[in-house]
């Protein structure tokens, strides 16, 4: 008969590919003094004496006359093995087998009993002994069968050891995993942002001009309009030969003289209005995409912040949305502070608008080590899990067309990672919302380089 030998548990190739993970070396066996230790079981002292003589050579040997003198030593240090008599007064061998497989499973239990049953000896097995031994017993017949217990005690226990050892690793590539999942998830949305940000510059910068013709021609058609109004009352105001009074009452009639001079106004006023929105879109795509105005400069964060709810009185002023501030110590912050003030705004906009009603705005700071963590919390609708991965993405909005142009955290993002910062969100919905920036006291040089 030819014997598989045992090795140590391989881990997949690929484990081992993840920097500063440990593939398992070997494992060290904690406790290897009691490998050699024996407790022999026997209410008849000449049988127990006779083991132990006979083991005492190689093994540290030590007796108990019952049961429960037996689990009273075992209370005080554990065995390798214990050799236990099966009828014994008080409780016998069997119930002894039950306490140490429960209390002490790595314990090795080899029966000795004058009872030659095969019945006796299949429980004795099922419960958990090694081994069953026939008395009167050869003592080499011993020997051997506690060899075969300590062997097999130690494969279990280094079995046990690798799978402790596994489960570790385990826990430790799931942790691993999650991790990369996560940067990969970062990364990609950097790079959707840059791409956007890219887009966004290209857009704002095709659109910037002709924008800039028609809202800066706004004024000049409506004072010119008004000056052909002006003419044409005067005309209005002279006395016609019937026949050229009926001619140009005829085509007053067909191009509806009087609607048109009295929608002329607010005609002028729509279009006035929506240059000023493309307008606004292109500079708020501008500052999405690259900010460029301004000069880096220490500033205060708490006056910034403070100035910008000043502004937004219309939401904060009326009483129906309470602020709290939970401002701490501070350093200057070396930033852009226009930029910066655009992103307190977009904030605090959106966290009055999550608000329906009466509820709160908290503005928690702190100094961390080398940074400021500024947090913006509301007590608002909060966002939908599937919205959250979206909502830094420009054009992204749940408001009303009119209400929103979904630029405002996507603005707020460019400027905080232009910064060196990060931001990042946490919703619940129906409960609020926070979102939470970490600004770096001095940008570094890359953060300088990139504004210039
Ligand atoms: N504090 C908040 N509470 C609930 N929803 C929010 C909050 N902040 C942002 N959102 C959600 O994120 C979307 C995108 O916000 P973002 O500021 O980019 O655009 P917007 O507010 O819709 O429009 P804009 O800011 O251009 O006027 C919002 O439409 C809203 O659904
Ligand atoms: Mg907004």
Redesign the pocket.
């Known amino acids: 008969m030819t014997e598989t030998p045992v090795h140590p548990p391989v881990l997949p190739a690929h484990v081992s590919l993840l920097s500063g993970f440990m593939a398992p070396g070997p494992i060290a066996d904690p406790d290897d003094g009691e490998d050699r230790r024996i407790l022999i079981v026997d209410d008849e002292s000449g049988i127990r004496d006779m083991f132990a003589a006979w083991l005492g050579e190689d093994f540290e040997c030590e007796t108990a006359a019952s049961a429960d003198e037996a689990l009273a030593c075992m209370a005080v240090q554990p065995y390798a093995i214990v050799i236990s008599d099966m009828m014994m007064p008080g409780r016998n061998g069997v119930e002894l087998l039950r306490e140490i497989t429960m209390r002490y499973p790595e314990t090795g239990v080899i029966m000795v009993s004058g009872v030659d049953r095969p019945q006796r000896v299949r429980d004795a097995l099922r419960l958990g002994a090694f081994d069953y031994l026939i008395k009167p017993c050869e003592l080499d017949v011993l020997t051997l069968s506690v060899e075969r217990a300590l062997s097999r005690r130690s494969l279990l226990r280094t079995a046990r050891l690798y799978k402790a050892s596994l489960e570790t690793q385990n826990v430790e590539l799931a942790n691993r995993k999650a991790e990369l999942e996560r940067l990969q998830a970062q990364l990609v949305h950097t790079e959707k942002m840059a791409s956007l940000g890219q887009l966004a510059a290209g857009v704002a910068h095709e659109l910037n001009n002709p924008a800039g013709f028609v809202y800066g021609n706004m004024d000049l058609l409506s004072t010119y309009v008004s000056a052909l109004q002006e003419l044409l009352r005067a005309y209005d105001q002279l006395s016609l030969t019937e026949e050229a009074a009926s001619v140009i009452d005829a085509v007053k009639t067909r191009i509806g003289y009087e609607r048109l001079i009295a929608d002329l106004a607010s005609i002028i006023d729509d279009c006035r209005e929506g240059a000023e929105r493309i307008c606004e879109v292109v500079k708020?795509l501008r500052l999405f995409s690259r900010l460029d105005e301004a000069e880096i400069k220490q500033i205060e964060i708490h006056g910034g912040i403070d100035s910008t709810i000043r502004l937004l009185s219309h939401y904060f002023g009326s009483g129906g949305i309470v602020i709290r501030r939970d401002y701490g110590e501070l350093p200057l912050v070396n930033c852009y502070a226009g930029q910066l003030n655009e992103v307190w705004m977009?904030?605090l906009?959106?966290?009055a608008?999550?608000i329906r009603g009466s509820g709160e705005v908290t503005i928690s700071t702190r100094h961390e080590g080398e940074s400021v963590v500024v947090t913006?919390s509301?007590t608002?609708?909060?966002?939908p899990a599937d919205?959250l991965s979206r909502?830094?993405d420009p054009f992204?909005?749940?408001?009303p067309v009119g209400?929103?142009?979904?630029?405002?955290?996507?603005?707020?993002y460019g400027i905080v990672e232009r910064h060196g910062g990060s931001i990042s969100?946490e919703?619940q919905v129906g409960t609020?919302?926070t979102?939470t920036l970490t600004l770096p006291i001095e940008p570094t040089k890359k953060v300088i380089d990139q504004s210039v």
Do not use: M, P, R, Y
Request: glycine fraction near 16%; charged fraction near 10%.
């Open positions: 708020n977009n904030l906009v959106n966290a608008q999550s913006f509301d608002g609708k909060g966002i919205n909502i830094f992204f909005t749940t408001k209400e929103g142009t979904g630029l405002g955290l996507s603005i707020t969100v919703s609020g919302t979102f």
